[in-house]
C-alpha cells in the first residue's frame, strides 16, 4: 500500500502539486473564517430565565416564581443541572445542559416549558431567556458621556444620556451581524409619572381605577375602515396615542355636575424616572454603560471591529455635547494574544529553516522541508473551522514545528543522500528517470519508520480528546489541532514531498554532509562508543537520574493553567448586604478616584447592582470594577510587574471603610460566574433546608 502511495506521489507530482495548492487556497480561505479569540471558551451550554418581579422579596420570588420555573424545566431533554437566584423584584434560573448540545434545540425545549409554566405564575410577570452568548461574550463597552461645558452651562442629565443609549445607540448597534443583545445600565429610563391627589378624587368622587382606565382608554389609536369618494381611497383613523405632558393632562377621567374633569384636575402629571436596580460610573462620576453580547460561535475579533466602526459612525449623529467612549474592547486582548502566537510561530519556523539549512547542507532540500510548516498549519485551520474550534493562545501556540517537519526531514535527508551517493557514483547528474526511481527507494526506505514515530506522538495527544467538563473544552482544542496539524505533515511528507524532490532538486548535489553534522559526529562518535563500554553504569545513572526527576516533581507546585495576563484588571467590591444603590454609589465615587491616583492606571468604571437584563445579577451592594491600565511604556517603572501593582493596590483600597474586595480580570471573572454561580477562583456552596444551620456551617 505505501509503496503504491509512493509510486503515484512521485508519478503524478505535477497533479498532486495542484492538489496542495488547492488545498492551500482551501486553507486561506478558511483562515479568514475561523473564530479568534484569547483563550478557548470554556462554558457550558447554559440558557438563563429571568424573571422581573417588581415589589417580590426575595422569599416571595423563590416560592412564587423561582420553584414554579425550575420544576417546570425538570425532566427535560439533555439536562444535567439547573441552579438559581432569588433576589429582590428578579428571579434567575441558570439552566446547564450536557456538553455538545446544540443552543438553539435548548432554547426550543425551554420556551415550551416557559409558555407552560406563564398560566401558574402571578399575573403580569413574564419569563424571558436571556441573550445566546457564552464567558466571552462580553466583547465591547462604552459609555454614555456629557461633553465639559462652558462653566454654569447646563449638562446633560442622567435621565438624558439613559434615553439617548436606549433610542439612538443600542438599536443601531443591534443590527450588526454577530450581535446578540445590547444590555445598558446606569442613569434612569424616562417615565410618565401621574400622581394623583386623594382629597380632590374624593371631592369629585373619583376612584384610583376610574383614572387608570382613563389613561389605557385614551393612550390608544383605532382605525375606522376607508371611503370612497370620487374614485379615490381615503383612510379614517383616530388618533389618541399621548405623545407629551400635556396630552395626559388633557384626558378625561369623569363629569363632576356637568363639568369633565381632566387628568390635571386630580392629579400632578410630571417627567419622572424609573426606581433603578443598577448604576454605572467612570473615574468617579456617574454615567451610562452600554455592552454588546456577540452571538455565540462568532468571531470576537470580527464582531468587536464592527461595533467600534459603527460606534464612530454612530457618535456623528449624537446631539451635540454628548459622546459614546469606548471603555473596553476585547480586540485590544485579542491583537495582543495574536501578536504574541504570530511572534512565537514565526521565528520558530524561521529557526527551523535555518536548522534544517544548516544541517542539509542544501537550500532547495531546506525550503522543501520547510513547506510543510505553513501547508499544514493550512490543513489544520481547515479542520478548526469545520469542527468549530477558536484560534487561541492554547490551540495555535501548542504547535511544535520541530515535529511537524520531523518525517519530511527524515525522507528528504534521505533523498538527498541517495542522490548524491548515486552522482558521485556515475559521475554525472542523473535523469528523471533515474530521480525517481531513487527518490521511491529512498523514500520507501524511510517512510514506515518515519510515519511511525509521527503516530507515536499523535498516540500521546488521544487521551486528551476523551477529556470532558472543563478540561475538555480548555483542551480538546489544542489537542485536534496539533493532531490535524501533524496528520497534514505526515499525508505531506507521503504524498507531496517525494514528488518536490525530483521535480526541483536536479542540480549537482553536494556528495560532503554539512560542517555542523561532520562536527557533532565528531563529538558524538566517542560520547557513543564510551556509553556502549560502561552500559552498567549508564543503566544506573539514567535511573539515578529518573529518580532525582521525580522526587523534584513530587515537590512541586501544581495549577490547571497559568493564568492568562489580559492587561487589565477587574475588581469585585463588596458592601454591607442592604447597602442602598445610592450610598453605593458614593462609595464607589470614593473608591474610584482612589484607585485613579495610581499612575499605572489610565481610567476606572463600573457596574453596580443589575443591569437591564440581568446576564449578571448583582444587589445594589456588589460592584464590579474595571481598572485599565496604561500600557506598560508609560508606567513611572516598566519593569515593574503586574502582581506587585495589584498588591500595591489591594493594600492601599484597605483603609477605604466599608468595602471587601476580590481582585480578579475580566475574562477570568466572568468565567467563574458563568460555570459555577460564584466570581472567585474557589467557592464554597452549602445546601439545606435550615438557615440557621447553614449560617452557622458558613461561619
Known amino acids: 500500500m505505501l509503496d503504491h502511495l509512493l509510486r503515484f506521489a512521485i508519478k503524478q507530482r505535477v497533479f498532486l502539486i495542484f ?13 479568514e473564517r475561523l473564530p479568534i479569540d484569547a483563550v478557548p471558551d470554556i462554558t457550558n451550554v447554559q440558557v438563563q430565565i429571568n424573571t422581573e418581579a417588581p415589589g417580590y422579596t426575595p422569599l416571595e420570588v423563590e416560592q412564587r416564581i423561582t420553584f414554579l420555573v425550575e420544576t417546570a424545566i425538570a425532566g427535560l431533554p439533555k439536562l444535567n443541572y439547573t441552579r438559581s437566584i432569588s433576589r429582590y423584584g428578579l428571579s434567575q434560573v441558570t439552566v446547564v445542559f450536557e456538553d455538545a448540545t446544540d443552543i438553539y434545540f435548548a432554547r426550543q425545549l425551554i420556551n415550551t416549558r ?36 462652558p462653566p454654569g452651562a447646563p449638562r446633560a442629565t442622567p435621565t438624558e444620556l439613559r434615553t439617548i443609549q436606549d433610542w439612538i445607540i443600542k438599536p443601531q448597534l443591534r443590527t450588526l451581524p454577530g450581535v446578540a443583545e445590547v444590555n445598558s445600565i446606569g442613569g434612569y429610563v424616562k417615565q410618565f409619572h401621574v400622581t394623583p391627589d386623594p382629597e380632590k378624587l374624593i371631592s369629585y ?93 462568532e468571531n470576537s475579533r470580527t464582531v468587536a471591529e464592527r461595533v467600534e466602526a459603527k460606534m464612530a ?88 514545528f520541530g515535529i511537524i517537519v520531523d518525517g519530511t526531514v527524515i525522507i528528504v535527508e534521505n533523498c538527498i543522500r541517495r542522490l548524491a551517493e548515486e552522482q558521485r557514483k556515475l559521475g554525472r547528474l542523473l535523469s528523471r528517470e533515474e530521480r525517481s526511481e531513487l527518490v521511491f527507494r529512498a523514500s520507501r526506505e524511510v517512510s514506515r519508520p518515519s510515519i511511525f514515530g509521527v503516530l507515536i506522538i499523535m498516540i500521546v495527544y488521544l487521551p486528551i480528546l476523551t477529556l470532558t467538563g472543563v478540561e475538555g473544552k480548555m483542551f480538546q482544542p489544542m489537542a485536534f489541532t496539533v493532531l490535524a496539524a501533524l496528520t497534514g505533515a505526515m499525508i505531506l511528507s507521503i504524498l507531496l514531498i517525494p514528488g518536490l524532490v525530483v521535480q526541483c532538486i536536479s542540480s549537482r548535489v553536494a556528495d560532503k554532509e554539512s560542517l555542523i553534522v561532520r562536527w557533532a559526529e565528531k563529538i558524538y562518535a566517542p560520547i557513543l562508543d564510551f556509553v556502549l563500554r560502561t552500559r552498567a ?30 492587561k487589565d484588571m477587574a475588581v469585585h467590591a463588596l458592601r454591607i448586604p442592604g447597602t442602598s444603590l445610592q450610598q453605593a454609589v458614593e462609595m464607589q465615587h470614593v473608591l474610584e478616584k482612589k484607585i485613579g491616583e495610581f499612575p499605572e492606571v489610565d481610567y476606572v468604571f463600573a457596574k453596580i447592582g443589575t443591569a437591564e437584563i440581568a446576564t449578571d445579577p448583582m444587589p445594589p451592594s456588589v460592584a464590579d470594577v474595571f481598572i485599565i491600565l496604561k500600557p506598560r511604556s508609560q508606567w513611572p517603572n516598566p519593569g515593574r510587574a503586574k502582581a506587585a501593582v495589584v498588591k500595591n493596590l489591594a493594600d492601599y483600597l484597605k483603609g477605604i471603610p466599608g468595602n471587601k474586595y476580590e481582585f480578579t480580570q475580566p475574562i477570568a471573572m466572568r468565567f467563574n460566574e458563568l460555570i459555577a454561580g460564584v466570581r472567585s477562583d474557589v467557592g464554597v456552596k452549602i445546601f439545606g433546608d435550615d438557615m440557621e444551620e447553614l449560617v452557622h456551617a458558613a461561619e
Open 19 to 31: 492538489v496542495t495548492l488547492a488545498m492551500a487556497a482551501l486553507g486561506a480561505y478558511n483562515f
Open 114 to 149: 416557559i409558555q407552560e409554566v406563564k398560566e401558574q405564575l402571578p399575573p403580569g410577570l413574564e419569563p424571558i431567556m436571556g441573550p445566546i452568548a457564552t464567558g466571552l461574550g462580553e466583547i465591547f463597552m462604552w459609555s454614555v458621556e456629557a461633553a465639559p461645558g
Open 205 to 297: 368622587g373619583i376612584d384610583f381605577p376610574t383614572v387608570l382606565k382613563a389613561l389605557m382608554s385614551n393612550n390608544s389609536n383605532a382605525g375606522a375602515g376607508y371611503i370612497e369618494h370620487v374614485g379615490e381611497q381615503y383612510l379614517i383613523r383616530s388618533p389618541g396615542q399621548v405623545s407629551g405632558l400635556d396630552d395626559i393632562r388633557s384626558i378625561v377621567v369623569g363629569v363632576h355636575q356637568g363639568v369633565p374633569i381632566h387628568i390635571d384636575d386630580v392629579a400632578e402629571v410630571l417627567l419622572g424616572r424609573e426606581l433603578r436596580t443598577g448604576a454605572a460610573t467612570r473615574n468617579g462620576e456617574e454615567t451610562v454603560l452600554g455592552t454588546v453580547f456577540m452571538l455565540q460561535g
Open 313 to 400: 459612525e454612530i457618535n456623528r449623529t449624537l446631539p451635540e455635547g454628548i459622546e459614546a467612549r469606548t471603555v473596553y474592547n476585547r480586540t485590544k486582548l485579542v491583537n495582543e494574544t495574536l501578536q504574541t502566537v504570530r511572534d512565537n510561530l514565526l521565528e520558530g519556523a524561521l529557526l527551523v529553516i535555518l536548522i534544517l539549512f544548516l544541517l542539509l547542507g542544501n537550500f532547495r532540500a531546506a525550503l522543501i522541508t520547510a513547506l510543510v510548516i505553513p501547508l499544514s498549519m493550512l490543513f489544520a485551520v481547515t479542520g478548526m473551522v469545520e469542527r468549530g474550534i477558536s484560534g487561541n493562545l492554547l490551540s495555535l501556540g501548542a504547535i511544535d
Open 537 to 566: 553504569p549508564m543503566i544506573l545513572l539514567a535511573v539515578v537520574l529518573v529518580g532525582l526527576g521525580l522526587l523534584l516533581m513530587a515537590r512541586m507546585g501544581s495549577e490547571f493553567l497559568p493564568t492568562l495576563d489580559e
